[in-house]
């Protein structure tokens, strides 16, 4: 299957992040333009992932006696220049030809931290070479069959992986309508789960998410971080009862995510989720929070709401 997208490098000239949707549009083709920047069925929740962070206001205070502000934090025991992470996105090539090993590159300029995803359009040596040393996690779409979990996790660990990030917010692909209108089929493979997914290329959504186990249990975060040795983030709880769950297994860190509206519509914003389960966490663990951020300030936020 022929598929061609930007090789473009170098500067983009853009105020926010709003400028890039435009221009990536012009360079992206339909049905994959429409798989990047699109949600499930209404888009409801996409939508509310955005709006809810107006709900949330910052008041600045003022004579604290301080000057020179800097973003750097320790997360994980990493110094990061930044609490922005990379969170982990599919099949980069969708958006330029050089793929992750782009998005690499560019997360090890800013000096933060890259999740690289199951699905990604590129394999974990050319990734790991990309990132010069940068801090990686691992987003992993767990198998059906445990001798794939492990060879991948034994992959995973000899690329210099800190940490496995286990997706349970999207087990089964969602109703996409803008999909089926485009006809979407992944034009790229998926290296990292050839085994398992041997023609990634050419293949719908609903094909990718049925070659992953869908009946995840607390079982799967035990097995992942005895057999690993990493720590777990469980990425996808929204509620006190899964965040139980989940630290009950071993879980050593939560995300909180609803995958950006991108497969389930019709439930609350990420954004709102937040105070519930920084509650249950009561810090006993670190929380990642992704969906809905656009802006400096919408990233600051969720960390605002954790602290009420």
């Given at each position: 299957m022929s598929y061609k997208t930007s090789n473009a490098e170098g500067h983009v000239d853009f105020i926010n992040t709003y400028d890039l949707e435009p221009m990536a549009q012009q360079v992206i083709p339909k049905a994959a333009f429409g798989y990047v920047a699109s949600g499930a069925e209404d888009t409801f929740t996409l939508r509310e992932n955005i709006r809810a962070f107006n709900h949330k206001l910052i008041v600045p205070h003022t004579l604290c006696d301080v000057e020179n502000p800097s973003t750097e934090i320790e997360f994980a025991?990493?110094?990061?220049?930044?609490?922005?992470?990379?969170?982990?996105?599919?099949?980069?090539?969708?958006?330029?030809?050089?793929?992750?090993?782009?998005?690499?590159?560019?997360?090890?300029?800013f000096g933060s931290l890259y999740t690289t995803s199951s699905y990604s359009t590129v394999d974990?040596?050319?990734?790991?070479?990309?990132?010069?040393?940068?801090?990686?996690?691992?987003?992993?779409y767990f198998s059906k069959?445990?001798?794939?979990?492990?060879?991948?996790?034994?992959?995973?660990?000899?690329e210099g992986y800190k940490a496995i990030v286990l997706t349970a917010d999207a087990t089964v692909g969602g109703n996409?309508?803008?999909d089926k209108r485009n006809g979407f089929v992944f034009p790229v493979g998926m290296p990292i789960v050839e085994e398992y997914l041997p023609e990634g290329a050419g293949k719908s959504m609903d094909f990718v998410y049925k070659s992953a186990k869908q009946r995840l249990s607390p079982r799967d975060v035990e097995?992942?971080?005895?057999?690993?040795?990493?720590?777990?983030?469980?990425?996808?709880?929204?509620?006190?009862?899964?965040?139980e769950r989940s630290l009950a297994a071993g879980a050593s860190g939560i995300w909180v995510t609803n995958h950006g509206g991108r497969q389930i519509d019709g439930g609350p914003a990420a954004f709102d989720s937040l105070q519930e389960v920084a509650e249950a966490v009561d810090k006993r663990v670190p929380i990642v929070f992704d969906s809905g951020v656009r802006r400096g300030h919408t990233s600051l936020k969720p960390w605002l709401q954790e602290q009420t």
């Amino acid at each position: 299957m022929s598929y061609k997208t930007s090789n473009a490098e170098g500067h983009v000239d853009f105020i926010n992040t709003y400028d890039l949707e435009p221009m990536a549009q012009q360079v992206i083709p339909k049905a994959a333009f429409g798989y990047v920047a699109s949600g499930a069925e209404d888009t409801f929740t996409l939508r509310e992932n955005i709006r809810a962070f107006n709900h949330k206001l910052i008041v600045p205070h003022t004579l604290c006696d301080v000057e020179n502000p800097s973003t750097e934090i320790e997360f994980a025991g990493e110094k990061l220049s930044s609490p922005i992470i990379m969170a982990p996105v599919a099949a980069h090539k969708l958006a330029n030809e050089q793929g992750e090993v782009a998005t690499a590159r560019g997360v090890h300029e800013f000096g933060s931290l890259y999740t690289t995803s199951s699905y990604s359009t590129v394999d974990l040596p050319e990734i790991t070479e990309a990132l010069q040393g940068t801090p990686h996690w691992f987003q992993f779409y767990f198998s059906k069959d445990d001798g794939i979990n492990r060879h991948i996790m034994d992959r995973v660990k000899a690329e210099g992986y800190k940490a496995i990030v286990l997706t349970a917010d999207a087990t089964v692909g969602g109703n996409r309508e803008v999909d089926k209108r485009n006809g979407f089929v992944f034009p790229v493979g998926m290296p990292i789960v050839e085994e398992y997914l041997p023609e990634g290329a050419g293949k719908s959504m609903d094909f990718v998410y049925k070659s992953a186990k869908q009946r995840l249990s607390p079982r799967d975060v035990e097995f992942i971080a005895e057999y690993s040795g990493l720590p777990v983030y469980v990425k996808g709880p929204q509620c006190r009862e899964d965040v139980e769950r989940s630290l009950a297994a071993g879980a050593s860190g939560i995300w909180v995510t609803n995958h950006g509206g991108r497969q389930i519509d019709g439930g609350p914003a990420a954004f709102d989720s937040l105070q519930e389960v920084a509650e249950a966490v009561d810090k006993r663990v670190p929380i990642v929070f992704d969906s809905g951020v656009r802006r400096g300030h919408t990233s600051l936020k969720p960390w605002l709401q954790e602290q009420t």
